[in-house]
């Protein structure tokens, strides 16, 4: 499930709790569907936080490959 959809359907599922309309067995099968969403939502962040930080570092050798490369041209 895509990040996106998983945290509409945690904020759906958050307003409804709110409402204070829902009886209890409701509630209960809510909020463990919201753990569930929420848990979709912390791992998919963790991913793109991982990549993140992996593309930085493809960046950052990058680009100090091409600066020690411009100085051995230099000389």
Known sequence: MPFEEALQKLETIVETMESGDLPMESLIARY??????AKVCQEKLAEAELKIQQLEKTAAAELKLKHVAAELSEE
């Open 32 to 37: 463990e569907e919201g753990v569930k969403l």
